[in-house]
């Protein structure tokens, strides 16, 4: 009944599919979704689109997710590179796979001779670089291969897929640029509910490529009448209407109506009635109802089949019904085909299953016991057919072995399934790989009779959830691998357990006292003399310390973690102890301690000859300590090192590290435009690896950089957009009472600042985010001129003294903490100790080439010199104006500019007259209002916020007792307080 496959209908999706192949041929990539229910025809009409690829010389390459488990990692992408393979040949693969070859040798082994290669890749320590290194080059090589011709990727079934497949999928969507690819996809979109995995997928999607999605229905009444005159020439337009009423145009249902039509057709009749019987309710129904015409040997045979899955082997079946000679089993695949319920592979011997549903009906139909039997069988073969090699089918044999359940082998499903999750550990597929140790771990007999191997279990689940990004899961099941190990006995395992939850609260960046009292038990454990476990633990320690915030716990620990690692003969080991301490960066007093350790780490690596160790444990926090102790040409060329590091590796983590660093430096010595061009690129470049740390980062970046411009303003709308939307929390509210600042909205930031200040700021977390949030805070209590919360944040900032402020390790500079120090004394009214801290800030800034800071601090030191009024203060704050306006004009810091020719106007003037206790700003607010401004244009000229100006015009009216403005007025003219004309 070949006819039946005619294709019918979907011309308007056809059309859109087929213009975005033409444009991806030319250059413009682009990923097409066609989603549906069941047998609704998406399979079909992506077939239809690759032979018209064909026609048009695009290689089209399909990859199936299979509709049951028992597939290896990536199946679906494995698909497609070994049909690629297979096509080109080895000058071809050699120019396309690249570096790629090893990678795709450890995805299948089997291609090792193919690419001519020994070994794969080796395996990398860092799970999430290896992933990424993984993806990179796989896409790397769809784009190198796309170059040569263009390409058309099929996957069908995502809903199916394998998590790892589909991070794969993001991955390459966002990498391929203009390559001369297309990527079309097909989904049952019931099955996507928003929490399964390609709901996510979907939306990544949609952030990097250009998708278009399509959801197919049944076919119009005129379709479905040609669909069924082409399965039976003479049907009547009464049975076509018909069908399509019971049907609603569905295809499966009308292609098993019409095949089970067409088979029960009795011998010698011509013409089919008109009428269509007793109709089946649904898809199901009606393939139960082809089934029941088959022989009772074909139906045994398919049902065996079914429990391989959608895709089986003659091979392998025979020898599952060895009761059955070959003649036999011919014979039955013969009857299924000719009632179109299986169909023939293009690999001799190998068949599937019509539709998914057709064999799901089959696997279904099947008792419990005689599935778990079948799976058995199919396990014991598998074994049997790979003996010399079962790497291949360690998923299949995972599979079948946990599907046959208690009644089958529990030790062998144990077995396979710890070895395919350490296989897809190695293929960086971790999810599949938490997948595998879970079903393990399930299978275990309850109880402490299997604790070792459970707890073993345990941490290989734990590392697993940990590495696909699950933190928070595997801090349960280190937990519980820790409770194994107690009631074990067994102190090594105890300590993987306790360096294991160390390490998932580290990534999740959360409070680590669970992590020290965990450790600390197993230090207690582990022997004396094990020097090795011992140093890997007490490094595991101070960091975990640091994160709890016992600052000198940590150091203590510390050094005795570099004590034992240097009675190692480990470079390696020494190498990790000396950078524990490093992560620290919100502990001022620690500066010493972390510049010297990094450059003891800095002097082994290189007598150890493993520069890249530098890259990821130590020169991204070094950076900002080098900042934070004002080398900031040091501070340059670790970044650039950094980057440099982060390139060759491929690491875009690090590179985004170093790309923010070098931002943040550039900011910090005035280079906007470089400032601006740097930031952007450290977000694209982390936004491949982790979005929501990249768009932190590159928000305070902006925020920094459009505050030095003068140009807060502009971010004002995205701000409150943003804090519409969340529930921001403490860590927003600093830069938020900063913003309220510079918008002049003093009420606002008088809110703010009196709900951080409760308690003697006593709310705000001693964190990476706490030295911002004082450099913030010190700005809006000297803006604000609350003298007692000064007095607090003075002492809060004093271990900063001598220091520029660095907010994490590379995000953002806020100078010499000397001028915020020098603000707060000079809220207070403690001259002497406000011109100290000034002079150090100019002095630290120079030295330090932060000329937007040095700006700011010549012009800080003029207001309190002006403000203190002494005898010589007015002719010292002249040259240090002259200074800030110079820099402010260079740099193009507008608002700084307007602030330093409004104060040098008030220094240059002659001192202003005092009558009936007016201040010096009283009487120029007064001034101002004799001559017609209203409050903003006084405002603007004072550079002083609105609100701040009406208090002022407030007490002038208070003070010299006039009902109003022109009153006032009046008394200037009176008291000769006017400029003279």
């Known amino acids: 009944m070949e006819h039946v496959r005619s294709f019918i209908g979907r011309q308007r999706e056809l059309d859109a599919l087929q213009a975005a192949l033409a444009r991806a041929v030319a250059g413009q ?70 570096a790629a070859a090893a990678y795709v040798a450890a995805l299948d082994p089997e291609q090792l001779g193919r690419l001519g290669l020994d070994r794969p890749v080796p395996p990398e320590p860092d799970a999430a670089k290896a992933r990424f290194r993984f993806f990179d080059a796989i896409a790397g090589f769809w784009r190198r291969a796309a170059a040569r011709q263009p390409i058309l990727l099929v996957i069908d079934d995502l809903h199916r897929a394998d998590v790892p497949s589909l991070r794969l999928l993001e991955f390459i969507m966002a990498e391929v640029d203009a390559s001369r690819l ?15 995995p390609l709901s996510d997928t979907l939306a990544e999607l949609h952030r990097h490529a250009a998708v278009q999605r399509f959801l197919l229905g049944g076919f119009s009444p005129a379709e479905t009448a040609q669909f069924v005159t082409t399965a039976d020439a003479a049907a009547s337009a009464e049975l076509a209407t018909a069908l399509h009423e019971q049907t609603e145009g569905h295809p499966l249902f009308l292609t098993e109506l019409v095949l089970d039509r067409n088979q029960a057709r009795a011998p ?69 085909r000719t009632a179109s319920l299986i169909d023939g592979l293009a690999e001799p011997g190998s068949y599937q299953f019509a539709h998914a549903l057709v064999r799901d009906t089959l696997y279904d139909e099947l008792p419990a016991t005689q599935r778990a039997r079948w799976h058995q069988r199919i396990g014991q073969v598998l074994e049997m057919q790979y003996q010399d090699d079962l790497t291949p089918c360690l998923s299949a044999l995972a599979h079948h072995y946990h599907a046959a359940g208690t009644a089958g082998d529990v030790t062998r499903a144990i077995e396979y399934a710890t070895r395919a999750a350490e296989r897809a550990a190695a293929m960086q597929a971790h999810e599949e790989a938490s997948r595998h140790y879970q079903r393990a771990c399930d299978l275990l007999p309850p109880g402490s009779v299997a604790d070792a191997q459970r707890c073993r279990l345990l941490l290989g689940l734990g590392n697993a959830q940990n590495s696909a990004g699950a933190s928070e899961l595997a801090l349960a099941t280190f937990t519980a691998a820790a409770g194994c190990a107690r009631r074990l006995g067994d102190a090594l395992l105890l300590a993987r357990a306790a360096i294991g939850f160390g390490d998932a609260q580290w990534r999740l960046g959360s409070e680590g006292s669970k992590a020290v009292v965990l450790i600390r038990e197993a230090l207690a454990q582990v022997a004396p003399a094990d020097v090795r476990a011992r140093t890997a633990l007490l490094t595991a320690l101070c960091q975990a310390l640091l994160f709890s915030n016992q600052a000198d716990a940590a150091g203590t620990v510390f050094r005795e973690a570099v004590a034992l690692g240097r009675e190692l003969d480990d470079p390696w080991m020494l190498f990790r102890a000396l950078c524990a301490i490093l992560p620290g960066r919100w502990f001022p007093d620690r500066l010493a301690l972390r510049i010297e350790a990094a450059r003891e780490a800095t002097e082994l690596v290189h007598r150890a000859g493993h520069p890249e160790w530098l890259t990821p444990y130590l020169s991204g ?30 690491e875009p983590f690090n590179q985004a590290v170093a790309l923010a660093a070098l931002a943040m430096i550039a900011t910090h010595e005035g280079r906007f435009a470089d400032a601006e061009a740097l930031a952007v690129q450290a977000l694209r470049c982390g936004q491949r690896f982790d979005r929501a740390n990249a768009a932190g980062i590159f928000g305070v970046q902006m925020f920094t950089l459009r505050r030095h411009q003068g140009r807060l303003g502009e971010l004002a709308p995205v701000l409150s957009q943003f804090l519409g939307k969340v529930s921001p929390g403490l860590t927003w509210y600093p830069g938020l009472a900063v913003l309220h600042c510079e918008l002049g909205a003093r009420d606002e930031a008088r809110a703010v600042f009196d709900k951080l200040a409760v308690g003697g700021f006593a709310a705000m977390p001693h964190d990476a985010v706490r030295v911002a949030s004082l450099a913030y805070l010190a700005e809006v209590c000297a803006w604000l001129g609350d003298t007692v919360r000064a007095a607090t944040l003075f002492e809060m900032l004093l271990p900063y003294a001598g220091r520029n402020l660095v907010f994490g390790a590379h995000t953002a500079s806020f100078g010499a903490a000397a001028r915020l120090l020098g603000m707060l004394a000079t809220t207070q009214q403690r001259w002497d100790v406000a011109q100290q801290q000034f002079e150090d800030a100019i002095q630290f800034d120079q030295g330090s080439g932060g000329r937007p ?119 200037a003219v009176r008291h000769r307080l006017l400029p003279p004309e």
Request: aromatic fraction near 4%; proline fraction near 5%.
């Open 29 to 98: 990539p682009g990923v097409v979704l066609l989603t549906g229910e069941p047998g609704i025809g998406k399979t079909r009409t992506a077939q239809e689109m690759v032979a018209h690829a064909g026609r048009l010389n695009v290689l089209a390459l399909w990859g199936r997710c299979p509709e049951e488990p028992g597939a290896p990692p990536y199946w679906p992408w494995l698909q497609m590179i070994r049909r690629y393979v297979a096509l080109q040949d080895e000058e071809v693969l050699g120019e396309t796979l690249g």
């Open 182 to 196: 297309m990527l079309l996809g097909t989904y049952r979109d019931a099955e996507v509910t928003r929490q399964h």
């Open 268 to 336: 010698g009749v011509s013409t089919v009635p008109t009428g269509i019987g007793a109709v089946p309710k649904g898809v199901r129904e009606a393939i139960g109802v082809r089934l029941n015409r088959l022989s009772p040997s074909c139906l045994r045979v398919l049902q065996h089949a079914a429990v391989f899955g959608r895709e089986f082997r003659l091979e392998l079946l025979q020898q599952v019904r060895a009761d059955l000679t070959e003649e036999d089993c011919l014979a039955a695949l013969t009857e299924a």
């Open 621 to 650: 926090w070094h950076t900002g300590d080098l900042m934070e102790s004002g080398d900031t040409v040091a501070a340059t060329a670790t970044a650039r090192f950094h980057l440099v590091s982060g390139e060759t590796m491929r």
């Open 853 to 971: 800071w040095l700006a700011h601090s010549c012009h800080a030191y003029a207001v309190m010199l002006l403000r203190r009024g002494g005898g010589a203060d007015r002719q010292q704050a002249l040259p240090l104006l002259e200074a800030a306006l110079g820099e402010a004009r260079q740099l193009g810091m507008a608002r700084l500019e307007q602030a330093v020719l409004s104060l040098q106007v008030e220094a240059a003037a002659a001192p202003l007259p005092s009558v009936a206790g007016l201040s010096p700003r009283e009487v120029q607010v007064l001034r101002l209002v004799a001559a017609g401004k209203t409050n903003q244009e006084i405002a603007s000229v004072l550079f002083r916020s609105p609100n701040t100006v009406a208090n002022h015009v407030r007490n002038i009216l208070g003070k010299t007792q006039a009902a109003n403005r022109t009153e006032a007025s009046a008394f």
